[in-house]
């Protein structure tokens, strides 16, 4: 067999009829022409036999690696460095594509070969739009619009805001992503695809966004993430939230991510009062966010070397 078109990656710890979903969308393909690896991590809740049973039926048709923590730019690393597709589709374990979802990945790289990396659009699972064009500036705010043309961005090296590709859906020229290093595995969870298409444009790679593809977003539990989306916990996303920002804002980044934070810290106060969540919990998250933010910034005291 020869190269692949497509490598799709799909990171997944402890979510078996998710992934179940998700392999069974990619085996129903309209373009054929694509390989998966599966980068399985550790589980937080279940017995890993239930994810390994799904991962069991699919193994003629998959290939299967493993981490034994869950950061989730290692995992993609390890995904990426094993691709032999010319280009590396992204999917969550959570999310189901649309059987058209490679086929219209490979005619946006046939239309705009000048690009490096496709986002594509999703829904939530009740079909309401969860993201379409996606924007996040240095200071990690991020922005929605229907539409490129609507986003209004202009790509070259240092602009202040520029396309996120979403990890749940995006597609990059394999090359181009490890020509940059790949993924900055300080980010365990989150801005680590955001990170990544900063490192792109500032290294005079083109981004763009493919409306025709599309997937279905379950946002399921996680090891962060409850399961009616609320957090588990902070820690990670404000560590992740104050190195991202020191990384592409150094001179003012305590500002904006205090500014976050204290955004973060007075919706937990009116949920406490609100009888929304007890006091315990929302001290808890109020350590969380304390905590992550000393992470982060203790991180960036790394930035002068490269991390991979």
């Not at 497509?6 to 054929?32: A, H, I």
């Not at 992503?177 to 969870?189: M, Q």
């Amino acid at each position: 067999m020869g190269t692949p078109v497509f490598t799709v990656m799909v990171c997944t710890y402890d979510r078996p009829q998710d992934l179940e979903k998700c392999l069974s969308s990619l085996e129903g393909q309209f373009f054929r022409d694509f390989e998966i690896v599966v980068v399985q991590g550790p589980p937080y809740k279940r017995d890993v036999s239930e994810t390994n049973a799904v991962l069991e039926r699919y193994k003629d048709k998959i290939r299967w690696l493993h981490i034994d923590e869950n950061n989730i730019a290692k995992a993609r690393n390890i995904a990426l460095d094993a691709a032999h597709g010319r280009y590396t589709a992204m999917i969550d374990d959570d999310a189901i594509a649309m059987p058209n979802w490679l086929l219209s990945y490979q005619q946006a790289f046939e239309r705009r070969p000048d690009i490096s990396g496709f986002g594509g659009f999703a829904r939530n699972p009740n079909g309401t739009i969860a993201s379409q064009v996606v924007v996040c500036d240095r200071h990690a705010s991020v922005y929605h619009y229907a539409t490129e043309q609507a986003a209004d961005i202009t790509q070259r090296p240092g602009v202040a805001r520029g396309f996120s590709l979403t990890g749940y859906n995006a597609c990059f020229v394999t090359e181009a992503a490890r020509d940059v290093g790949g993924f900055d595995d300080v980010f365990a969870y989150m801005f680590e695809e955001t990170d990544l298409c900063f490192r792109l444009v500032d290294a005079g790679y083109l981004l763009g966004f493919q409306p025709n593809c599309w997937v279905t977003h379950a946002s399921s539990e996680s090891i962060d993430r409850l399961v009616k989306g609320g957090p588990r916990t902070y820690t990670r996303i404000f560590t992740s939230l104050a190195y991202f920002c020191h990384k592409h804002s150094p001179h003012d980044a305590d500002a904006y991510s205090d500014a976050f934070a204290d955004a973060r810290r007075a919706d937990i106060k009116a949920a406490v009062q609100g009888g929304k969540i007890n006091k315990e919990r929302g001290e808890n998250l109020l350590a969380d966010i304390a905590f992550g933010l000393r992470e982060g910034r203790a991180k960036a005291a790394t930035l002068n070397h490269v991390k991979r």
